[in-house]
């Protein structure tokens, strides 16, 4: 063996950049990270939940945690960040995203650009300003894509399955063109997980009297075999796993997180 367990959960002297790093699931993948040993880079439209998140993650871990807000529907103001940057992070994990039904038939146009903007085309750019950066020292991605890229359950999510359909078409090709160069890409399809930003939009689809989307809930924790829905935390457990010396050998992988959904 050549490194020890406590040597492959190791993150010390590292830097992670999370976009979505200030609240749900993004707060508790920086939260394993910092307590792996990583310093942060947390990047967030969110500036008041991005220094609270920042500053209990300095107070309990000791780790620097620099914040970073950004617009990532705009792809040069994303372009912009990379190129400011003295020393680009050692792992990103491309986290953030918008999570809205549509009718496809009210669909506009101005909506299409703006689910595939964040969704799909900021963790485009993302890599792009990663890789360019890094160059052929070679660095660790994780992808967030959703079960919804395969399994279409949710009524009216048809633009969200494919802008996150692309994520996974995505991770495959930078997998081929960029792993003989020291890269480590891998994807994480989470399930239903309750967040701040779910009960959100639950609370919202009830003030207007939509009850599908609670119907919805209720016909996907039925088919759970844990039988309930997962947390941020079950999340962030499987990005530091990818994160880490120890899954090495994990290149290109989907990673489902979903209680067993897909399976049943």
């Avoid at 494919?162 to 991770?171: I, R, W």
């Avoid at 935390?233 to 959904?261: H, K, M, N, Q, T």
Wanted: proline content about 3%; overall charge positive.
């Amino acid at each position: 063996m050549s490194m020890s367990l406590s040597q492959l959960i190791n993150l010390s002297g590292k830097t992670a950049l999370i976009t979505g790093g200030a609240m749900g699931i993004g707060a508790a993948i920086a939260h394993r990270y910092a307590e792996a040993g990583a310093n942060l880079i947390l990047v967030d439209r969110d500036q008041a939940a991005l220094r609270a998140t920042a500053l209990k993650l300095q107070q309990h871990y000791g780790v620097h945690v620099d914040e970073q807000l950004l617009d990532l529907s705009d792809t040069d103001a994303i372009t912009r960040y990379w190129e400011s940057l003295d020393f680009p992070p050692d792992i990103l994990v491309n986290n953030a995203g918008v999570f809205r039904p549509y009718k496809v038939e009210e669909l506009s146009h101005k909506d299409y650009q703006w689910m595939m903007g964040v969704n799909t085309e900021a963790v485009l750019f993302m890599c792009k300003g990663m890789i360019a950066r890094r160059g052929k020292a070679g660095g660790t991605i994780v992808n967030i894509s959703s079960i919804e890229a395969r399994s279409g359950f949710t009524d009216n999510m048809t633009v969200y399955g494919m802008s996150k359909a692309a994520v996974l078409a995505l991770s495959r090709g930078l997998t081929k063109d960029y792993t003989k160069h020291g890269w480590k890409i891998n994807t994480i399809l989470p399930g239903g997980v309750a967040t701040p930003g779910a009960k959100k939009l639950g609370i919202a689809a009830l003030k207007r009297l939509d009850f599908s989307i609670i119907f919805t809930g209720i016909k996907f924790n039925s088919r759970l075999p844990f039988g309930k829905m997962g947390t941020p935390d079950d999340i962030a457990r499987a990005a530091l796993y990818l994160g880490c010396p120890i899954s090495d050998y994990l290149c290109g992988s989907e990673v489902v997180v979903d209680g067993g959904f897909l399976s049943v």
